[in-house]
T-cell receptor
């Protein structure tokens, strides 16, 4: 069974706009991670946020975590065509096995 | 050269055939994982190995087996392939105590 649910399933925005994706999960976690997957290729780690953190930044990425609501959001600012990809959240409950959400497909229109 | 490689990248096989997917890594990581990805779903863990002598079943191990031939190599076998094993298969690795995982490029498998 999957831990995470992501919404929206798909998101289409204009280049330069901000993109926000959300992830909800079911059980307690040690950390939550976001990965990017370009069309049918391997996943690439983007950012990790620990359960005792509320917000984290990396370049144009901003991640928030609300453990009381069991949810996280990923914000990509000033989107670019190269950001077109699927984005997945994955939760780690402390046993180093990641449980994955179904992903958000992001399309950046020129 | 890629740190995590998978062979083959694409494979078409018939129902009932035995096939093997291979994963090699040059990162020196102890831990290796096999996932499958189906359209509209996230990754699901098939098997994982925390070192050469350690093999563990994941969420969906039925119909699959694995072999950890060396620290750098982890193979996934489908003993008797069936059409609902058609999927994209990923190998991933990480070091002990490392939380993030590094992925191979994937193997697209079609079972007819």
């Amino acid at each position: 069974s999957q831990q995470g649910e992501e919404d929206p399933q798909a998101l289409s925005i204009q280049e330069g706009e901000n993109a926000t994706m959300n992830c909800s999960y079911k059980t307690s976690i040690n950390n939550l991670q976001w990965y990017r997957q370009n069309s049918g290729r391997g996943l690439v780690h983007l950012i990790l946020i620990r359960s005792n953190e509320r917000e984290k930044h990396s370049g144009r990425l901003r991640v928030t975590l609300d453990t009381s609501k069991k949810s996280s959001s990923l914000l990509i600012t000033a989107s670019r065509a190269a950001d077109t990809a699927s984005y997945f959240c994955a939760t780690d409950a402390g046993n180093y096995q990641l449980i994955w959400g179904a992903g958000t497909k992001l399309i950046i229109k020129p | 050269d890629a740190d995590v490689t998978q062979t083959p990248r694409n494979r078409i096989t018939k129902t009932g055939k035995r096939i093997m997917l291979e994963c090699s890594q040059t990162k020196g990581h102890d831990r290796m994982y096999w996932y499958r990805q189906d359209p509209g779903l996230g990754l699901r863990l098939i098997y994982y190995s925390f070192d050469v002598k350690d093999i563990n079943k994941g969420e969906i191990s039925d119909g699959y087996s694995v072999s950890r031939q060396a620290q750098a190599k982890f193979s996934l076998s489908l003993e008797s392939a069936i059409p609902n094993q058609t999927a994209l298969y990923f190998c991933a690795t990480n070091a002990a105590e490392q939380e993030t995982q590094y992925f191979g490029p994937g193997t697209r498998l079609l079972v007819l």
